[in-house]
């Protein structure tokens, strides 16, 4: 099956401070999404991004499908962008389109 | 416009009860998939499910579990004789389909075996 790896595993962030969080995946994809999990245990939809770059407010996200990564940028960052980061993605097999997820990046946000 | 809606939010059972989880999928979607968050873990795939028919569940421990999506009706996962490795957090997602693939999940039901 497709392996992801995120780095890095833990990021500490000053408030206000700018990070880059990447995702590797093994095979090419039809879906890649970014998920952010809050400390409450909610899996909140980031991104759905198999390709191409989108923005939201201070989060963006780039996906460079036939070098197979995704980077999420979190710009001037916010206590309440802690928790933990993941990316997943999926291979279309008929309607098929389980996610396997990485590990996940936990990131804490000091005021 | 109802997202995924799971409940229950937090379940207690104990050893050897019986636990099930239901998922009504967003409205529209024919497409739910569980997944399994173990404690300190990433999410794991268990089951594939569209309207009466599992479609893949290569995911799914062998004995005491078991899903369904009926024709009416939420999704429900059911756990026989549950054991304390079951315990964990386990969250539904949907999709519309093969033309849009992007899953949009539950809150997840958080089982306690004690």
């Known amino acids: 099956g497709i392996q992801v790896e995120q780095s890095p595993p833990d990021l500490i962030l000053q408030e206000g401070a700018n990070s880059t969080l990447r995702c590797n995946f093994s095979d090419s994809v039809n879906n890649l999404q970014w998920f952010h999990q809050n400390p409450w245990g909610q899996l909140i939809n980031l991104f759905y991004i198999p390709s191409g770059t989108k923005q939201n407010g201070r989060l963006s996200a780039t996906t460079v499908a036939t070098e197979r990564y995704s980077l999420l940028y979190i710009s001037s960052s916010q206590t309440t962008d802690s928790g933990v980061y993941f990316c997943a993605v999926s291979r279309l097999t008929g309607a098929n389109s389980k996610l396997t997820f990485g590990k996940g990046i936990t990131l804490s946000v000091r005021p | 416009n109802a997202g995924v809606m799971q409940n229950p939010r937090h379940l207690v059972r104990r050893r050897g009860q019986e636990a099930r989880l239901r998922c009504s999928p967003v409205k529209g979607h024919s497409h739910v998939y569980w997944y399994r968050q173990l404690p300190e873990e990433g999410l794991k795939f268990m089951v594939y499910l569209q309207k009466e028919n599992i479609i ?22 059911r756990i026989q004789q549950v054991v304390r490795g ?9 999709s519309p389909g093969q033309a849009n693939t992007e899953a949009f999940f539950g809150q997840g039901t958080r089982l306690t075996v004690v």
Not at chain 2, 63 to 72: I, V, W
Not at chain 2, 86 to 94: H, K
């Open chain 2, 86 to 94: 079951d315990s964990a957090a386990y969250f539904c997602a949907s």
């Open chain 2, 56 to 77: 893949d569940e290569s995911g799914m421990p062998k004995e005491r579990f078991s899903a369904e999506f009926p024709k009416e009706g939420p999704s429900i996962l």
